[in-house]
């Protein structure tokens, strides 16, 4: 997966945050680990649906030990990997 720009770069290699943030999407969308995901691509277009998109929180937030306020959960959230990204970089930051 390419990195989101608005992420400071850490070098060339992803951080472990990174790699487990795409291995739960990949999961979770049911796409091949060898499958890059373009981080502007609407998730949408990988298969995302509801039922998805609340276990995609979930793994999310069991990994990280974050919680998605009820309120921040919303259909734009998960417009991209981007934009999912963003939501939860501002938790674990």
Do not use: C
Not at 46 to 62: C, P, R, W
Request: no cysteine; net charge negative.
């Amino acid at each position: 997966m390419q990195r989101p720009t608005d992420i400071e770069p850490t070098g060339s290699e992803p951080t472990d945050i990174e790699k487990d943030f795409e291995k739960i999407l990949q999961t979770n969308l049911g796409l091949p680990a060898d499958r890059s995901l373009d981080h502007d691509t609407p998730l949408a277009d990988y298969g995302l649906d509801s039922l998805t998109a609340v276990n995609i929180v979930v793994d999310l937030e069991q990994r990280f030990a974050v919680t998605f306020p009820d309120d921040r959960i919303m259909f734009a959230m998960f417009h991209s990997a981007r934009t999912l990204w963003n939501a939860l970089s501002e938790l674990i930051a």
